[in-house]
């Protein structure tokens, strides 16, 4: 954290402080976080929301939505699911056989439709403590983090591709590396201003 500016650590601690008050006011739970259903573990309704909202992820990135949990236990998880008939594995055929994704079955759909009411209720009582202009300012300060967010992620993994690049470049030079370097560069991210936010 060495190099951020002064201003920059003020409002981390100004976050921290805010994330610590709000768990202290009981909000800080997900609203998905133990969705009722008699038969299935809370985090497998958590996984079949996900993809409903999703309709087709990789297995990668549930993990991610699912907080991170290890693939091993992802993949018991999706083993349950499948037998219960609720979602479906699928390889990706076109890029690289290994890349597995996953999407719901009809079955998983409507067990995903009985969880999102549940889920935009809790939603709902988050929100309700601000008035409706509170309400709007505060979505759209989350859509411009969230766009911002898009950004910056964006702006890594272009970095990250053209890092593989380079680097496959100066391994094994082929025609493509006869081309000025400025050539074969991918273009320029988006600049991140303090006004995306």
Do not use: F, Y
């Amino acid at each position: 954290m060495s190099e951020l500016s002064m201003d920059v650590r003020v409002q981390v601690a100004r976050l921290r402080n805010l994330i610590i008050d709000v768990a202290r006011c009981g909000a800080l739970n997900s609203p998905l976080n133990s969705l009722p259903h008699g038969e299935l573990d809370p985090l497998e309704v958590q996984a079949i929301w996900w993809l409903k909202a999703e309709s087709l992820l990789p297995v990668n990135a549930l993990a991610e939505r699912l907080g991170g949990i290890a693939l091993p236990r992802l993949s018991r998880l999706l083993d349950r699911l499948e037998d219960a008939k609720l979602v479906q594995r699928e390889r990706s055929v076109r890029h690289d056989r290994r890349r597995v994704r996953v999407r719901l079955t009809e079955q998983g759909r409507a067990l995903g439709e009985q969880a999102d009411p549940v889920v935009q209720e809790r939603m709902a009582r988050l929100l309700l403590p601000l008035g409706g202009e509170q309400r709007s300012e505060l979505m759209d300060l989350l859509e411009g983090w969230v766009e911002a967010l898009g950004c910056w992620n964006r702006a890594e993994e272009l970095a990250a591709e053209e890092a593989e690049s380079d680097t496959a470049d100066d391994v094994a030079p082929g025609p493509a590396s006869s081309a000025p370097h400025s050539m074969r560069r991918h273009s320029e991210p988006p600049a991140i201003t303090a006004n995306a936010a």
